[in-house]
């Protein structure tokens, strides 16, 4: 039975997508069959999903990928239950009765929020949404910068919320916007050990917070 993983954020620009693909080629390197699932209609995930296709000419197969509308989602997903290890769901940067598709069918809930007072206030409503579902999000401190006082104040805040914050954060690297342009995670980027260290610190959160 798949696990499904959706990552959700009210606000745009928080490096959702770029994270969604980067913990599925992590999760699909660690030999588990993973499903991608786009129902953000600006369609970022499947671009990037194409220029992966058409970088290896179709031959590395380690990911599925499918678009969805928002209430399509939890029968796309439904279709990946038995074949794979994991659908990870990608959806629009708004919060609003669309989500909850999404939110019910999930096994796990991911925020990530950049380190501004502005993410943090975003990330408020996906929360509410998802405890009236009753789930508990592992939000991620995303785009951070090492050592700055708004990055350790915004890390702080979110044990306040309705979250867990998660131990692993990820810096804001340039690496992150190269690989996605060329198709590739991190982890196969060169020159990105560091990123790469840190989605694979992340992933390993996340496994045993689901106790796989």
Request: net charge negative; hydrophobic share 45%.
């Amino acid at each position: 039975m798949a696990t499904i993983i959706t990552l959700a954020q009210q606000k745009g620009g928080s490096g959702k997508t770029t994270l969604c693909a980067n913990l599925a080629v992590e999760l699909a390197a660690r030999g588990h069959g993973v499903a991608l699932l786009d129902s953000d209609p600006q369609g970022s995930l499947g671009r990037w999903f194409m220029t992966r296709y058409e970088r290896t000419k179709g031959l590395q197969g380690d990911l599925t990928f499918s678009t969805s509308s928002a209430w399509g989602v939890s029968y796309e997903a439904g279709k990946y239950k038995d074949s794979h290890d994991f659908v990870l769901i990608d959806t629009p940067p708004k919060i609003d009765s669309d989500l909850r598709p999404a939110l019910k069918v999930s096994d796990l809930v991911v925020v990530p929020v950049t380190a501004s007072q502005v993410d943090l206030w975003a990330t408020e409503g996906v929360l509410e949404m998802a405890a009236r579902d009753g789930k508990r999000p592992l939000a991620v401190l995303n785009r951070a910068r090492a050592g700055t006082n708004l990055t350790a104040s915004v890390q702080a805040a979110l044990s306040d919320l309705e979250a867990d914050p998660a131990a692993s954060i990820i810096a804001n690297r340039v690496a992150y916007a190269e690989a996605m342009g060329t198709g590739q995670g991190v982890r196969e980027y060169p020159g990105a050990k560091a990123a790469a260290a840190e989605i694979a610190a992340l992933v390993d959160e996340i496994l045993g917070r689901l106790d796989l």
